[in-house]
């Protein structure tokens, strides 16, 4: 069994500098998929938050997070960001713009100041659980302070239905 992991030291001190009421949580079981996750603690599964970096192709980011097993509309996420196509940006991005590895990246305390667009069902949450900075980790803090920490516009970006 390996050692428990520890949040990036980066995002415990955006956290602390930011006087942010947060739970880190590391369950011990995998947690690919918002269900998992969700049942891995306890929570309904639309308190989970999906934070995923997209691009256009060109040198524009947007950062979209969105909750539960909903599908992001990727039309609907290019249009809110200004942007004519949109595609997930690749690992290794992710990485070098959010500080985060993909499957951990959380809601808050990117190394690179991006745009952040969070889906409007996110702010009726009163607490969510994100990525804690590890595919091994998650993260409670409110949507309200998501949104406060990044200037998150609000936008419709998931399917409906």
Same mark, same amino acid.
């Given at each position: ?31 690919? %998929? ?16 999906? %934070? ?40 290794? %991005? ?19 100041? &991006? ?21 091994? &980790? ?24």
């Amino acid at each position: 069994m390996s050692a428990p992991v520890s949040p990036p030291a980066h995002l415990l001190e955006f956290l602390a500098r930011h006087g942010v009421d947060h739970e880190f949580v590391a369950p011990g079981v995998p947690m690919p %998929t918002v269900p998992l996750a969700a049942a891995a603690i306890g929570v309904e599964e639309r308190q989970i938050l999906k %934070t995923l970096l997209f691009t256009d192709g060109r040198d524009g980011f947007v950062i979209a997070i969105a909750s539960g097993p909903s599908r992001l509309d990727r039309k609907a996420l290019a249009a809110a960001a200004g942007f004519s196509r949109i595609s997930m940006a690749d690992p290794a %991005t992710v990485l070098r713009l959010t500080g985060f590895p993909a499957g951990g990246v959380a809601p808050v305390g990117h190394a690179t100041p &991006l745009p952040v667009l969070v889906d409007e069902a996110v702010i009726d949450l009163v607490e969510a659980w994100g990525g804690g900075g590890d595919e091994t &980790l998650l993260l409670r803090l409110a949507p309200v302070d998501i949104v406060r920490l990044t200037g998150a516009t609000i936008a419709s970006i998931k399917t409906t239905g």
